[in-house]
């Protein structure tokens, strides 16, 4: 497993969250999530100006092995999403935490408590290989 990007926040679900510098938030799954999944074959994206809650649906992922949902970290609005997955959603397998975000979002008050650090997510990365 790679290391964990610094500038990202987690969920236990395998969900990362990463702050704009113009306030809003890029959210992706993580390595551990594509990799668990396996190759992706396809991505079902929001719609740009869908409002989802925190914990709330926001987009499927499908493998050869399984379909999955992708949970918002936060709740928002969709702002963008990742076109290029729709041909190719194994960008999701190549660069998680890069090429491969799924969806951009405004957020009002980023509530960061439910949110894991590097660290933290790490801790539950290795107690689930445990």
């Not at 969250?17 to 999944?37: F, K, N, P, Q, Y």
């Not at 092995?65 to 992708?70: F, I, P, R, T």
């Not at 660069?95 to 650090?117: F, H, K, Q, T």
Request: aromatic share 6%; hydrophobic share 40%.
């Amino acid at each position: 497993m790679n290391e964990l990007p610094g500038d990202l926040l987690y969920t236990s679900d395998h969900e990362w969250l990463r702050r704009e510098g113009d306030g809003s938030v890029t959210i992706g799954i993580t390595e551990h999530a594509a990799t668990a999944l396996g190759d992706l074959v396809y991505v079902e994206l929001p719609e740009i100006g869908q409002e989802v809650e925190s914990g709330g649906e926001m987009a499927v992922v499908e493998s050869v092995k399984a379909a999955s949902d992708v949970y918002a970290p936060v709740a928002g609005s969709v702002t963008a999403v990742n076109e290029e997955l729709a041909d190719d959603p194994e960008r999701i397998n190549a660069e998680p935490y890069g090429d491969g975000w799924i969806v951009r979002m405004e957020v009002g008050n980023l509530d960061e408590s439910a949110l894991m650090s590097p660290d933290a997510y790490q801790r539950l990365l290795d107690e689930l290989d445990d």
